[in-house]
């Protein structure tokens, strides 16, 4: 059970466009979804947390005008890149709390890569 | 929140037990430990939880001092396919709590 997908697994987009990633939980209701990014080498740094029904609450130093987040239903959340540049290429990961699960222990989707050219 | 350190790298062979140790000096009274294992191009998994003592489940053993100040994750007869990296998070219980990622350790099981 806990299952977290993410969709697409992989995406290639030119310097200026906006790419939508989406995160579902197929198995439980997320009221709290969360989006990470973690760049070569590196750890899993924490974007935003997102609320079913609510504006998300980002990590200072994200800009929310460019990582749109929408949660739209308790088994999805999407994270879009508005006009996205090269350095906005890495590992997009997102996470979801059950609420009949404990707040410590978090699932986790497969990842997406955006490479941004 | 409680930053953890946890070293950066381990080398192991197959077999073998590996034991992660992980130190939190500044945990407060209501945070949990949690540890995480992660492949590369992979979202991470779940490994094991707790509080104090000790914890085991079919895939590890978390042992826990009585000052909590410290952790350690034990990885019985590891195999290649537990080279991984782990990550240490010292999590509140308190709603849904934002997970912290330290740079966790590199373990590589040699055949």
């Known amino acids: 059970g806990a299952v977290v997908s993410q969709h697409p697994s992989w995406v290639i987009c030119k310097s200026g466009t906006s790419v939508k990633i989406e995160c579902r939980s197929l198995?439980?209701?997320?009221?709290?979804m969360f989006w990470y990014r973690q760049f070569p080498k590196q750890s899993l740094m924490l974007m935003a947390t997102?609320?079913?029904?609510?504006?998300?609450?980002?990590e200072q130093g994200v800009e929310k005008d460019k990582f749109l987040i929408n949660h739209a239903s308790l088994t999805l959340s999407t994270l879009t890149v508005t006009s996205a540049h090269p350095e906005d290429s890495s590992f997009y990961i997102c996470?979801?709390?059950?609420?009949?699960?404990?707040?410590?222990?978090?699932?986790f989707g497969p990842g997406t890569r955006l490479t941004v050219t | 929140l409680a930053k953890t350190t946890q070293p950066i790298s381990m080398d192991s062979y197959e077999g073998q037990e590996v034991n992660i140790t992980c130190s939190h000096n500044?945990?407060?009274?209501?945070?949990?430990i949690t540890w995480y294992q992660q492949f590369p191009s992979q979202g991470p998994r779940f490994i094991i939880q707790?509080?104090?003592t000790k914890v085991t489940n079919e895939v590890a053993s978390l042992f826990i001092p009585a000052d909590r100040k410290s952790s350690t994750l034990s990885l019985p007869r590891v195999s290649l396919s537990d080279t991984a990296v782990y990550y240490c998070?010292?999590?509140?219980?308190?709603?849904?709590?934002?997970?912290?990622f330290g740079k966790g350790t590199m373990l590589l099981v040699s055949p």
């Open positions: 996470s979801a709390s059950s609420p009949t699960g404990t707040s410590y222990e978090q699932y």
């Open positions: 198995d439980f209701q997320a009221t709290t």
């Open positions: 997102s609320n079913e029904g609510s504006k998300a609450t980002y």
């Open positions: 500044n945990i407060a009274t209501n945070d949990y």
């Open positions: 707790g509080y104090k």
């Open positions: 998070l010292v999590v509140g219980n308190s709603g849904y709590s934002t997970l912290t």
